[in-house]
């Protein structure tokens, strides 16, 4: 199972940003699907996640402004990003809670996508 990210780049203070990030390869089942953020001190941090009903949790500094959503598959999750200030700039990475049929879960990563805020 991979994860691809993409839809990071540069954007200006205020602009809006979406990210994507697909699955490929076989995975019984996907729980929670979530988006982490890493700064230049390489601290990584939750920003928002989904779980498979829909239930989204996001982190203090973001609410309101970002919102996360997964299609009607499953298989991939979304960060839609709006009002983008400078301390949002990070390198942002996607992860996947999957199940196999015994009912074990692993984790996932997909590669970061870096998004940076500036004028």
């Known amino acids: 199972v991979q994860l691809q990210a993409s839809g990071g780049g540069l954007v200006q203070p205020g602009g809006s940003r979406t990210l994507s990030c697909t699955t490929s390869?076989?995975?019984?089942?996907?729980?929670?699907m979530a988006w982490y953020r890493e700064n230049s001190e390489k601290q990584r941090d939750l920003v928002a996640v989904i779980s498979s009903d829909g239930t989204s949790n996001y982190e203090d500094s973001v609410k309101g402004r970002f919102t996360i959503s997964r299609d009607d598959s499953g298989n991939a999750v979304y960060l839609q990003m709006n009002n983008l200030k400078p301390e949002d700039t990070a390198v942002y990475f996607c992860?996947?809670?999957?199940?196999?049929?015994?009912?074990?879960?692993?984790?996932?990563w997909g590669q970061g996508t870096l998004v940076t805020v500036s004028s």
């Open positions: 992860k996947i809670v999957g199940v196999y049929g015994s009912g074990i879960t692993y984790d996932v």
């Open positions: 390869g076989y995975i019984f089942r996907i729980d929670d």
